[in-house]
């Protein structure tokens, strides 16, 4: 199964020739279709890892990308579910099941 990000790339490959290119509306027959399998993806996500993203997003959306690194760092953060996020199981199963070619199974631990 391939991540939500390569999902991404390929949705917009597929619907727009140049990526600087603005991309065509998508026709509202598919909208809801394509909203579902969005939705399917991030529940089938990590737990943790949707959580510290909701936790990470707010704190550095407003920052420089040097100080963005630099509060995501491991070790050197003030976001308490982000760093339980990265010393979790969970972030570990990531890329066991990537190597292993199979599904992750997600604990929330």
Not at 23 to 45: I, S
Not at 67 to 80: M, Y
Not at 84 to 100: Q, T, W, Y
Request: with cysteine; hydrophobic share 40%.
């Amino acid at each position: 199964m391939a991540g939500l990000s390569s999902r991404l790339i390929l949705f917009l490959r597929r619907h727009s020739r140049r990526l600087r290119r603005p991309l065509p509306p998508l026709p509202l027959d598919d909208l809801m279709d394509c909203a579902r399998e969005l939705a399917r993806e991030v529940a089938n996500g990590a737990p943790l890892a949707l959580q510290a993203l909701k936790e990470v997003v707010p704190a550095i959306h407003n920052l420089p990308i040097p100080q963005a690194f630099e509060a995501t760092r491991p070790g050197n953060s003030d976001l308490p579910i982000y760093q339980k996020m990265l010393m979790s199981e969970d972030f570990m199963e990531g890329p066991r099941a990537f190597a292993e070619k199979r599904d992750p199974v997600w604990k929330g631990k």
